[in-house]
Antibody, heavy 122, light 108 residues
Framework: QVQLVETGGGVVQPGRSLRLSCAASGFTFSHYEMHWVRQGPGKGLEWVAVTSYDGSGKYYSDSVKGRFIISRDTPKNTLYLQMDGLIPEDTAVYYC???????????????WGQGTLVTVSS | DVQMTQSPSTLSASVGDRVTITCRASQSISSWLAWYQHKPGKAPKVLIYEASNLENGVPSRFSGSGSGTEFTLTISSLQPDDFATYYCQQYNSYATWTFGQGTKVEIK
């Protein structure tokens, strides 16, 4: 069965960095685009970043562009989110989610992890 | 960017009630809309995709309709397991996936 497990969250001071990981299993990781989505305290879901199935295409929300980098390691079946220059507004539960597969131009996020909490505070 | 607006923000209902949630897009998104259910501490779960298609394993009391800019999620007979927050999401515009602000369904 498809599983996505996020790790790497924690408490970090403003301006510092953190790297999140998402270990994928139960499907052919290299065939799917992968996303990061976050939910701040008391807020709704916010899309953060996407990487294409082969890592050649990467897009970011305006709120994280220039500070976060999404990447993937196919042999390790792992998705990453490098977060630099963290600010208190980045405090959230971060989820990885699976997007479109082979030949699918538009798709919802059909599998999600349980999330990992990032707290940015001095 | 496409903005998604859900209403209401909170909905109080009883078991057995028929519940309808509305989602409006700031521009046409054809039928590229999904509905998710989210419970605290759990992973969000997709219920409906392409506006009206029921995801495998989702109970038939859930249904979706609409196209263009107006969409609805209906729960025909609310069950205890359905108390949660529901989000719509557009996936018409690649590189800008947008969620609605959410609708919390509470016990009346």
């Amino acid at each position: 069965q498809v599983q996505l497990v996020e790790t790497g969250g924690g408490v970090v001071q403003p301006g510092r960095s953190l790297r999140l990981s998402c270990a994928a299993s139960g499907f052919t990781f290299s065939h799917y685009e992968m996303h990061w989505v976050r939910q701040g305290p008391g807020k709704g879901l916010e899309w953060v970043a996407v990487t294409s199935y082969d890592g050649s295409g990467k897009y970011y929300s305006d709120s994280v562009k220039g500070r976060f980098i999404i990447s993937r390691d196919t042999p390790k079946n792992t998705l990453y989110l490098q977060m630099d220059g963290l600010i208190p507004e980045d405090t959230a539960v971060y989820y990885c989610a699976r997007g479109g597969g082979p030949g699918v131009p538009a798709a919802p996020f059909d599998y999600w992890g349980q999330g990992t909490l990032v707290t940015v505070s001095s | 960017d496409v903005q998604m607006t859900q209403s209401p923000s909170t909905l109080s209902a009883s078991v057995g009630d028929r519940v309808t949630i509305t989602c409006r897009a700031s521009q046409s998104i054809s039928s590229w809309l999904a509905w998710y259910q989210h419970k605290p501490g759990k992973a969000p779960k997709v219920l409906i995709y392409e506006a009206s298609n029921l995801e495998n394993g989702v109970p038939s009391r859930f249904s979706g309709s609409g196209s263009g800019t107006e969409f609805t999620l209906t729960i025909s007979s609310l069950q205890p397991d359905d108390f949660a927050t529901y989000y719509c999401q557009q996936y018409n515009s690649y590189a800008t996936w947008t969620f609605g602000q959410g609708t919390k369904v509470e016990i009346k």
